[in-house]
């Protein structure tokens, strides 16, 4: 005997579903009608779900047999979209983290393994583990007028996080810790609306009509947006938010130093071209100028980066070039000579390079893979484990 939808009150057809499918796959109260072959031929998971012996009687439903799966509706509707349509990002886009999210979790459940690679090579490069990777993120969130969007080109680092840690995709969490850093603590603690899925469950009612797949929930159609009242907010937990905010203040204390140390009374190049001149005191009051305007817009609040340690970095070297500086008469750039300006670079480049490597510890997740630090506490263990033995 074949069933219809007709005979299923609380079940929806979504967009995808093929009239030459020949099993239709069950999520919530979502159905899509499929081939078995396109499964198959991706996921030995589906190979043995496909193989199993079906029960002798078992209703069919628009003449196929159907499997009952225990996700998302709105993941296996991105799953399948990617399956059969592809998966591609044109360029990075905040709004294309649930398609990626989605995707990655069923992609690692089924073992679909080149989407899912697609997925990781997605989000680690939009949330790199090195710095250079880190520099060209930040320059795709930064127009050609120099305004800086991150929320349009990546998601809030939040559902990051949530998505790092359920899959234990650990190598994203630094730069996403580093993300919401620059946060300001009350934006911090406000969190993130949850995305609205794109299949919405609305619980059904006793009064519904009992049926073969009773106790499911009724879906909207697939190609409208459910919206509620309330959003549902991610917030960080307590140990989250503890280490987010102690990060923020080392990376601060961070730059202070470096202004102590390298800005403040800083000596002349020895090969400075005015150390003739006055000693030098051209380069050193471009020097103390230089500190100043670090020190009036420290962490980038000026630029929409609230406690950025690696911007304010950079600030430095960008102002060694601009010409846009006032002697009170006309504009003009800075009076430092050629060598102390490649002095000052090579101190920020190493820097910076000292600030990337302490990310990941400045929020208590260990080293980044490879790092020396990691070698380092890999040798330490290795001796601890060996005085145990």
């Known amino acids: 005997m074949s069933l219809t939808l007709l005979d299923f009150p609380t079940l929806v057809r979504t967009d995808v579903w093929f009239s030459d499918g020949n099993v239709i796959l069950i999520a919530g109260s979502a159905a899509f009608k499929v081939h078995k072959g396109q499964l198959e031929r991706h996921s030995e998971i589906f190979q043995d779900l496909f193989s ?3 029960p002798e009687g078992q209703l069919l439903f628009e003449g196929c047999p159907w499997v009952e799966l225990h996700d998302s509706p709105s993941d296996i509707l991105h799953l399948l979209h990617a399956l059969y349509d592809g998966l591609y990002f044109d360029k990075s886009s905040g709004e294309d983290f ?12 089924y073992m679909i393994e080149h989407l899912r690679q697609r997925c990781l090579v997605r989000l680690t490069t939009d949330w790199p583990s090195t710095l250079a990777g880190w520099d060209a993120r930040e320059k795709v969130a930064t127009d050609k007028d120099g305004r800086y969007g991150p ?10 996080m949530s998505l790092a840690l359920e899959l234990g995709i650990t190598d994203v969490l630094p730069s996403a810790y580093l993300d919401l850093a620059r946060y300001g603590p009350r934006r911090i603690v406000s969190g ?30 697939s190609s409208k947006t459910s919206t509620t009242d309330e959003e549902d907010i991610l917030v960080p937990s307590h140990a989250e938010l503890s280490a987010i905010l102690r990060g923020r203040e080392v990376g601060q204390r961070h730059i202070a130093m470096f202004i102590e140390n390298e800005l403040v009374s800083r000596p002349i190049s020895a090969r400075c071209f005015n150390k003739h001149h006055d000693a030098g005191r051209a380069c ?35 102002m060694l070039g601009r010409t ?29 390079k000292d600030v990337w490597e302490q990310v990941p510890l400045w929020f208590d997740l ?5 790092s020396k630090e990691e070698v380092v506490l890999d040798a330490e263990d290795s001796e601890e484990i060996a005085r145990a033995i």
């Open 151 to 160: 929320r349009e080109a990546y998601p809030h680092p939040l559902l990051v």
């Open 52 to 54: 199993v012996p079906q």
């Open 284 to 318: 050193r009051e471009s020097t103390y100028f230089v500190m100043l305007n670090i020190l009036r817009a420290i962490g980038g609040i000026s630029h929409g980066r609230d406690a950025d340690p690696l911007f304010t970095l950079t600030q430095v070297v960008e």
């Open 324 to 352: 846009d500086f006032t002697d009170g008469v006309k504009q003009c750039g800075l009076k430092m000579c050629a060598a102390c300006k490649m002095d000052v670079e090579e101190c920020v480049v190493a820097a910076r």
């Open 366 to 370: 260990g080293p980044w893979k490879g």
């Open 192 to 221: 993130t609306p949850l995305p609205q899925p794109v299949i919405s469950s609305v619980p059904r009612t006793d009064s519904q009509t009992k049926d073969p797949l009773d106790g499911k929930s009724r879906v909207l159609d």
């Open 98 to 109: 649930p398609d990626i999210a989605g995707v990655l979790r069923l992609s690692t459940k």
